[in-house]
Structures are given as structure tokens and as C-alpha cells.
């Protein structure tokens, strides 16, 4: 069904409480991506004011872009479809030039209010609140959702997928695990094509990519040619710079440490631009390196190194020395 003619897109994933507005000015600066989408804007029965969504989407007061650039998407969760239309047409009023809709999010808090993965049970709901929405914003901004394979199993994936598009999304991403799964290996690209052959919008598949083998793995057993990157961007902050060298015919070219420990400098001096008088650059320095850890012996090193200092001014003059600064 699906014989849409897609060039390839790399896309920065929405990972809550991972890719904050700082973890993505950083990867986008490190380059690659086509595209980048902010955390979920949680919607209830508010209506949130212009400074709640400059903080969770700062890029609005930058035309809607990265410091590189990257256009950035607004995300919203939620199931109330009328407050989320009223919601969206606010974020539109504030600058945002494209919204994405979670269906996604395992978190059981999130569950529990009736958000993210959970409407994955309702394929009926969920095309009530994209019909909503598509219908209440203006033609010209363009609506996506992204979703997981089910709740529980994949018995419903294809009745969500067709929901969405039915109910006037223009794009999908699909997480190809089902909410119980979690991040659990391995992710079922298979069912991304099955999901994909099955509508008729584009589709970009997410799951499971780390490495550049990875990213030629799931394209072809997906049949997308739209990826999004999620926790393989942030373990390997090169990684969608590898792909674009490879798409774009270049000798691919894997950053050395020496290169990365710049960028974890710049990273927690951007962490201390957003907050410096709190835990926050520490806390999100210590988070970094936990994941990076897997892939580069050297951070676990300065993850041991900075373990157990709890203050910026003990750890930044480490960071400057390992960058050379």
C-alpha cells in the first residue's frame, strides 16, 4: 500500500528526561540530523502559559530551531483531545511550526493518567484525538504521531497505525517494541514494515540503532528510509554524523575521544548556562557518561573520576584539562 518515495531523514528521538533543550543543542551541533523532537509537553486540563512551553521547548524563541539549526518538533501527551487541539494551537501561537503526538511512552505514571502507550489499547481514541487535532489546527502545520507496536502484544498495531492516518496525521514514527517490552533487545523492525506496507503515510522506524550497521540493518528490514535515533545518539554522540557521511557518499569518519571530550565540556558548560546553582549540570554529566560508558572505556574512567564530587566548580577544571582547555 505504502509506495511513498522517502529520501533519507535522520531524526533526533524524544526521549524524556534524556534529550532535554541541552542534549539537543549539543547533538545537533555535533551534526547530522534532519530533524530533532522536544520531550513530551505533558497535557492535562491546563492551558500552559508561553513561558511553560519556552521551558520545555526553548527552540520557539529561536524560530523554532537548535543554535545549529535542526528544526525542532513540539511533542504533546496526553488524552483529553480538546484540551490537547487547545494546547496545540497555543504552542502554534508561540512559534511551533509542526506537532507530534505520544503514543508511545511506557512510564507507568504516564499510563496511569490515561497517556503515551496506554491509548495503544483504544486504536479509537487515538483517532478521536488526531482527528481533533487535525481538524481544530491550521492545514498548514503539519500533524505526526509517534507509537509503539502495542501495549501488551502487536494484536492492535495495525488498527493504531491505521487511526492515525486516518485521523489526519501526515508522518509516523513507530518504536518497534511493544510498551512491556520497555527497551528490552531486540526491537522487531520487522513490524515496522508490516506497519509501514499497511498505510498510507510515510513511516520512520526507531529501535535498537547503535552503530551504522545498525542504521543499514533496520532500513532494510523496515523498508523506511526515515530513522530516528534514540538512546544509540546519545551512547555515540557521532552517530547520525557517521550516517550522514555515508549517505552523502564521505569516508566515514568515528570521533576519538579526544574529539568527545570537548563536546562533554561543552555540554556542561551549556548544562550550567541552563542551571547553575543546582544539581542539575552534575547530575546530567554523571547521567551522560553512564550511558557513553558502553562504548568508550574513557568515559567510564572520568565517570569514576567524577563519581563522588557533588559540585560544577570540583569537576569543570577535570573536564577542561581532559578537553586540553
Request: glycine share 6%; with cysteine; hydrophobic share 40%.
Amino acid at each position: 500500500m505504502n509506495d511513498i518515495k522517502q529520501k533519507s531523514r535522520l531524526i533526533l528521538a524524544p526521549m524524556q528526561g534524556l534529550c532535554d533543550p541541552v542534549m539537543r543543542d549539543l547533538l545537533t551541533r555535533i551534526g547530522g540530523y534532519d530533524e530533532c523532537v522536544s520531550e513530551f509537553v505533558r497535557i492535562t486540563h491546563t492551558v500552559h502559559s508561553r513561558q511553560t512551553w519556552l521551558k520545555h521547548v526553548p527552540e520557539l524563541a529561536n524560530g523554532n530551531k537548535t543554535f545549529a539549526g535542526t528544526p525542532c518538533t513540539v511533542q504533546l501527551l496526553g488524552s483529553d483531545a480538546e484540551n490537547m487541539a487547545v494546547n496545540a494551537l497555543e504552542a502554534v501561537r508561540f512559534g511551533a511550526d509542526k506537532i507530534d503526538l505520544n503514543f508511545g511512552c511506557p512510564a507507568p505514571t504516564v499510563n496511569k493518567h490515561q497517556g503515551g502507550a496506554v491509548l495503544l489499547k483504544e486504536p479509537q481514541r487515538i483517532f478521536e484525538i488526531v482527528q481533533t487535532l487535525r481538524r481544530r489546527m491550521p492545514s498548514e502545520i503539519p500533524l505526526t504521531a509517534k507509537m509503539r507496536l502495542g501495549f501488551e502484544d502487536t494484536s492492535l498495531a495495525l488498527e493504531c497505525a491505521a487511526a492515525i492516518a486516518e485521523g489526519g496525521a501526515c508522518a509516523l514514527t513507530v518504536h518497534a517494541r511493544t510498551k512491556v517490552e520497555g527497551y528490552e533487545p531486540p526491537a522487531h523492525w520487522e513490524w515496522v514494515r508490516k506497519i509501514r506496507d499497511s498505510v498510507n503515510i510515510p513511516v520512520t522506524a526507531n529501535g535498537d540503532v547503535f552503530s551504522l550497521e545498525d542504521y543499514l540493518a533496520i532500513k532494510e528490514t523496515s523498508g523506511c528510509q526515515s530513522v530516528m535515533l534514540g538512546r544509540g545518539a546519545v551512547i555515540r554522540p557521532d552517530l547520525a554524523r557517521q550516517i550522514k557521511q555515508y549517505e552523502q557518499g564521505e569516508s566515514v569518519r568515528q570521533a576519538d575521544f579526544a574529539e568527545i571530550s570537548g563536546w562533554i565540556l561543552l555540554f556542561f558548560d551549556l548544562c550550567l548556562q541552563k542551571e547553575t546553582n543546582n544539581k542539575y549540570p552534575v547530575a546530567r554529566l554523571k547521567q551522560w557518561l553512564g550511558m557513553m560508558k558502553k562504548a568508550y572505556p574513557q568515559a567510564q574512567n572520568l565517570f569514576e573520576q567524577i563519581r563522588a564530587l557533588k559540585e560544577a566548580d570540583q569537576i569543570r577544571p577535570i573536564l577542561a584539562d581532559l578537553a586540553g582547555k
